[in-house]
């Protein structure tokens, strides 16, 4: 088995890609080792002293290390822990973990139809493309013109995040819907 590597803009975030399917559909978003227990690959790449974040896309895994880690120290056993998942049979998720949904948020009311303009650029544009770098951003609200973002993975915390949901997502929101007046990020 043969494990590539990417970097991503988020210097603390590096994409593994094993080569195979990870997640047959939507993302899974482990941002503490308690939350990596309904899925044994997550479990195992949190063994790995240094790693605070582990995030699942269709086709790869991205891991984010703590500040003052080298990826030089940590990588190899990272490595390590997905060919040993991947050779050991195990499922990526614990039988009933995997969750389908497409991630965003539930919304209803008066602005449904918005919403539902909102999600749709979010599947078709943005997020095929942040999932390149390693990340994926959901829906999370919508209130007075104001898109609420969740952002995951290589997206969570990194310096150019900002700018991506200014100059990008919020711009290209805009000029779709016109109700859009600002995106902002949350923390869940």
Not at 157 to 162: A, E, F, V
Not at 179 to 187: D, K, N, Q, W
Request: hydrophobic share 40%; net charge negative.
């Amino acid at each position: 088995m043969f494990i590539q590597t990417e970097s991503t803009p988020n210097p603390a975030t590096l994409k593994f890609l094993p080569g195979q399917t990870v997640l047959e559909v939507g993302t899974a978003d482990f941002p503490s080792s308690e939350a990596a227990g309904k899925s044994p690959l997550a479990s195992r790449i949190f063994a790995v002293e240094g790693v605070t974040g582990v995030f699942f896309g269709n086709d790869f895994v991205t891991v984010t290390k703590a500040d003052g880690v080298d990826w030089d120290h940590i990588k190899p056993a990272i490595l390590g822990a997905v060919m040993e998942h991947y050779q050991s049979g195990q499922p990526v998720m614990a039988d009933g973990s995997s969750d389908p949904a497409s991630g965003h948020a539930e919304h209803s009311g008066e602005d449904a139809e918005i919403v539902n303009q909102i999600k749709e650029l979010l599947d078709s544009r943005v997020r095929p493309a942040v999932a390149q770098d390693g990340g994926d951003i959901t829906f999370h609200g919508f209130d007075r013109g104001v898109v609420y973002l969740h952002m995951q993975g290589a997206c969570a915390g990194c310096p150019s995040s900002t700018l991506t949901l200014k100059m990008g997502i919020e711009n290209l929101l805009r000029h779709y819907i016109p109700e859009v007046t600002e995106v902002r990020p949350v923390a869940v």
